[in-house]
Every structure is written in structure tokens, then in C-alpha cells.
């Protein structure tokens, strides 16, 4: 799974201000996905996108935003907004019905 | 709205015993199911998928469309089976949703 990056592997930012989650795929997939990942959660689907420049809410959307200016990157950033932002985050891409990449998460800690 | 559910959290079986991991699923119209896993300090992967009809380590998985389901299954489980396992769903919008997730345990 080498092919789908993210960055940083872990991240530390004080209560109040956004942070930048990079996500990169080499795949040339269509689709890029953003999951957070909490215990006896499962995967829970922020934000994805079909194509470049338009993406769709997941089911846990608020406190977030996106952006798919380009093919293979789709970074996430979470906002002051989002009530309890500690958490591992999981970026994915695939192409449609194919199975998905994942990348190796980011562990962000708010305090 | 499309769901994924996953009723056990935990399931732990002695090696060599059978197997099942539940996963029932709700969706209108035609979808895709996928098993995933996740061992210790992994990454997440494919185990298989519905449409390729194939065994993977021992390990198959039925559609039945008439109950919403697609349970996981290995007549046999091994110690090195042991993880968390996702069962997933997509549908024609693209949008990939996973259950909560079941964490299998393989005594020796």
C-alpha cells in the first residue's frame, strides 16, 4: 500500500486552531476517502470525493473541510469547530467497486 | 441511506474451531461488499470481495441478498487470524462506509 501517503504520522496542535491533514495517492484513482477512526467506532466517513474539484459530506462531516484541487491529493482540515478532534484518522483511495488503499493514518492530538 | 452493521465487538474461538463474523447490511440498490482487516500495527487491507466469489487465507464470504447479509467464514481459525475485522459497502455513489468493526480472537 505504498502507493497512498499521509502526513504527518502524528500531530500535536492547542485547542482552537485548524490543522492540515496531507493526504497523497500515486494510484491514479478517481475516489479519495477520509475516515476517523475511534475505539468500538469503527471507520466513520468524514468527506470523500468522486472526481477532482468536487467532493460529497460523509456521515460525520461537521467540523471539517476539504479540498480535491488535484487527482492525487485530498487533504483534510480539521477546524476549530470540531467538537472533539482527538483522534487517528484514516485517508483511502480507490477506483469505483475496486478495493481501497489506505494510508497509514495520522494521530492527531488536541490539547 | 446506506449501513453497514456489525452485531459482535468481540469474538473469541479456541484454533481449529469454526468461525463466523456477521455482518448484515442495508442498501436500495446494488451494492459492492467488502471484507477488510486489520492486523496488529498494519494497515488496513482487503481480505476479499463479493464479486470475486474467491477463498482468501481460508476465508469466504456469501452474499445473501434475500437476508442483507455477508458474513465472514473459516471452517478452521488459525492463532495468526487474529484482528479486527471490517465488513464495507459501496453503492453507485461512490460513498465506501464500513461497520463497526468485529475484533476476532484465536486461542492456541
Known amino acids: 500500500d505504498g502507493g497512498i501517503t499521509q502526513s504527518p504520522k502524528y500531530l500535536f496542535r492547542k485547542e482552537g486552531q485548524n490543522v492540515t491533514l496531507s493526504c497523497e495517492q500515486n494510484l491514479n484513482h478517481d475516489a479519495m476517502y477520509w475516515y476517523r477512526q475511534d475505539p468500538g467506532q469503527g471507520l466513520r466517513l468524514i468527506y470523500y470525493s468522486q472526481i477532482v474539484n468536487d467532493f460529497q459530506k460523509g456521515d460525520i462531516a461537521e467540523g471539517y473541510s476539504v479540498s480535491r484541487e488535484k487527482k492525487e491529493s485530498f487533504p483534510l482540515t480539521v477546524t476549530s469547530a470540531q467538537k472533539n478532534p482527538t483522534a487517528f484518522y484514516l485517508c483511502?483511495?480507490?477506483?469505483?467497486?475496486?478495493?481501497?488503499?489506505f494510508g497509514q493514518g495520522t494521530r492527531l492530538t488536541v490539547v | 441511506a446506506q449501513r453497514v452493521t456489525q452485531p459482535e465487538k468481540l469474538l473469541s474461538v479456541f484454533k481449529g474451531a469454526p468461525v463466523e463474523l456477521k455482518c448484515n447490511y442495508s442498501?436500495?440498490?446494488?451494492?459492492?461488499l467488502f471484507w477488510y482487516v486489520q492486523y496488529s500495527r498494519q494497515r488496513l487491507q482487503l481480505l476479499l470481495r463479493?464479486?470475486s466469489r474467491e477463498s482468501i487465507k481460508g476465508f469466504t464470504a456469501d452474499l445473501n441478498k434475500g437476508e442483507t447479509s455477508f458474513h465472514l467464514k473459516k471452517p478452521f481459525a488459525q492463532e495468526e487470524d487474529s484482528a479486527m475485522y471490517y465488513c464495507?459497502?459501496?453503492?453507485?455513489?461512490?460513498?465506501?462506509?464500513f461497520g463497526k468493526g468485529t475484533l476476532l480472537t484465536v486461542n492456541p
Open positions: 463479493h464479486i
Open positions: 442498501y436500495s440498490g446494488s451494492p459492492e
Open positions: 483511502a483511495s480507490s477506483m469505483w467497486g475496486e478495493r481501497a488503499f
Open positions: 464495507a459497502l459501496t453503492g453507485s455513489n461512490y460513498k465506501l462506509t
